[in-house]
């Protein structure tokens, strides 16, 4: 049985007013979403994502043309998005079991599985959308974790935490829906002095100029708006957050893209990611910062 199919839903998901019309859009975007690339990997091993993924394929692991081949290929996939999570909680640096850490916009809770998976601690995740807080708690629940994996349909500009209670704090590939003064200024409000926020982002390379024309076709497809790499770096240390790392993963997911291109499970984006990665507009960046 899919976990979309079953029906006993822990009953901790609200529906407070979206803040603006353009978060009610995004919203229904997310409860809306059900596209075969994110269930399908996620059906993999129960780990459900929507981002993207980074490293080598393993080109063995694919085996020939055989009629096996979407399947296996489906398992890299995801295998490579689990990947970039695993990067994302190597900067998180120390955690120990009591303490919080907050995902910013959780999605179906992917991250905060693998990050309770590996800290033991407790995880809290806020979304807008109440079909994807559904979904990510009643995994949470199926997997026995549900006392300390939560997720909460809330505005990530306004999270439900005290001031300075959070170890660390991050954003995978969810901080293009908000303006990123806002989004700082309320992870340096959650998190602990000397804590660590984590963002993996898309943003478009100052050094290019203005957004291309790709990154455009990005920001329609998805209703996002991308910043460049200049508004991260200047909003994060007006906020109290000193990078510490900033990795460029660009040359690192063009691997996943090349190879999602190739699946049956392609979305119509696929050209934007890889031409955009190529001509130098567009960078995929972790960026590791200390809440000082
Ligand atoms: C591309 S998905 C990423 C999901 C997840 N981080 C992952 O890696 O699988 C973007 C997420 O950002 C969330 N989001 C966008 N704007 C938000 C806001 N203002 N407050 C809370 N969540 C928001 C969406 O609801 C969605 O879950």
Redesign the pocket.
């Known amino acids: 049985m899919s976990v979309d199919d079953m029906t006993t839903v822990p009953d901790t998901v609200t529906m407070p007013a979206p803040a603006t019309p353009y978060?009610g859009d995004?919203?229904r975007y997310?409860d809306g979403e059900a596209r075969p690339v994110n269930l399908r990997l996620g059906d993999v091993d129960g780990l459900y994502?929507?981002?993207y993924g980074i490293g080598e394929v393993d080109h063995s692991a694919l085996g020939g043309d055989g009629p096996d081949r979407e399947k296996r290929l489906i398992t890299e996939l995801h295998r490579l998005e689990s990947a970039q999570t695993d990067v994302l909680l190597d900067h998180l640096g120390t955690v120990q079991r009591d303490d919080l850490l907050v995902?910013?916009?959780?999605?179906?809770g992917?991250?905060m599985v693998m990050a309770h998976q590996r800290f033991g601690c407790d995880v809290e995740g806020?979304?807008?959308?109440v079909k994807?807080a559904d979904f990510a708690n009643r995994r949470a629940h199926e997997l026995g974790i549900e006392k300390s994996v939560q997720a909460r349909v809330?505005?990530?500009?306004s999270m439900p935490f005290t001031t300075g209670q959070a170890t660390a704090s991050w954003n995978?590939?969810?901080s293009m829906?908000?303006d990123l003064h806002d989004l700082f200024a309320e992870h340096a409000r959650i998190l602990a002095v000397g804590g660590r926020y984590v963002t993996i982002t898309g943003c478009w390379n100052p050094v290019y100029g203005q957004p291309s024309k790709w990154v455009s076709q990005i920001n329609a497809h998805f209703e996002c708006n991308i910043h460049s790499r200049r508004e991260y770096m200047r909003s994060l240390i007006d906020n109290r957050l000193v990078p510490q790392a900033v990795v460029d993963l660009t040359e690192a997911t063009l691997p996943y893209w090349e190879l999602r291109a190739t699946s049956s499970l392609t979305t119509g984006i696929e050209d934007a990611f890889i031409n955009s990665y190529r001509d130098g507009s567009f960078q995929y960046l972790l960026i590791a910062a200390d809440r000082v």
């Open positions: 978060q995004i919203a997310w994502h929507h981002h995902d910013a916009g959780c999605g179906r992917g991250s806020v979304t807008l959308s994807q809330c505005n990530m500009l995978n590939e969810s829906y908000v």
